[in-house]
């Protein structure tokens, strides 16, 4: 299809999907942390199936694939990062036990009962924690795990800007113990919560987007579309240093009961 035929949104989300496709990462998130929350998880062999949902161009998966031996689904609504996840797949010589598959979270193609552990690193948003959770359940086996990170309040209180930009961008964004009460009520015990570090943010997420940034204007120059986008993520990466003991990223993990 050439561009005289797309929408704008259609013409936005692939330029959203080419910005991010040029960073390792495209929401917080470490190693490390993927290796702790990994921790709480036990019932792992190397029969296991594995799903990562909203894997994106797959900074985690890879992680998750180097501990752990089963075989791993990472689906992702986006086919340019998917091209990206499967280059790096034969890079690391994983491509016999991990696949990308571009697909929808609202329409995954799991059988009920199939699944040992869902994974998804900042992205269940994208259909909202509570509909996620509750709707990924009947994929798990029972004692089977999910684990998810997931923007949240630190505080029941906090300043008046910063509360009323999250509430735009994602109003389910909710305090940890109500996270952790929808979590039980959708039938999880919940095994783990735990902030991610701030490293998640400043090192791995915010700064590698400043030579980013330059680069996609740069290519983009007078595009409006393009200025705006990193005009948001640049404010985004304000609001973050300016009221972080608000709020972040926290690792939910929960075992299907
Ligand atoms: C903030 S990024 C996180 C990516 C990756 N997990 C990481 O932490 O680097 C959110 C991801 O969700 C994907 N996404 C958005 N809507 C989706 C949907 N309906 N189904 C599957 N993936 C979706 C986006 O393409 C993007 O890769």
Sequence with gaps: MSDENKSIYE???RLIYEYYSTIERQGPGSPEVTIKALSFIDNLTNESKIADIGCGTGGQTMVIANHTSGNITAIDLSPIFIDIFNINTQKLNLQDRVNGIVGSMENLPF??????LIWSEGAIYNI????????????????????????????????????????????????I??????????????????????NCWIENFYAPQVSAQEKFLQ????NKTAEELVENQRHEAKLYYKYKEFYGYVFYIGKKT
Excluded at 111 to 116: A, F, K
Excluded at 138 to 145: D, V, W
């Design 11 to 13: 013409f936005d989300l």
């Design 111 to 116: 059988q009920n009962q199939e699944l040992d």
């Design 128 to 175: 909202g924690f509570e509909r996620g959770i509750n709707e990924w359940y009947k994929f798990l086996k029972k004692g089977a795990f999910f684990a998810v990170s997931e923007v949240s309040w630190f505080t029941e209180e906090r300043p008046g800007e910063i509360d009323e930009f999250w509430n735009n961008e994602y109003p389910e964004i909710d305090t």
């Design 177 to 198: 113990s109500n996270k952790v009460k929808q979590m039980e009520k959708a039938g999880y015990i919940p095994m783990a919560t735990f902030v991610l570090p701030e």
């Design 219 to 222: 290519k983009y120059l007078g």
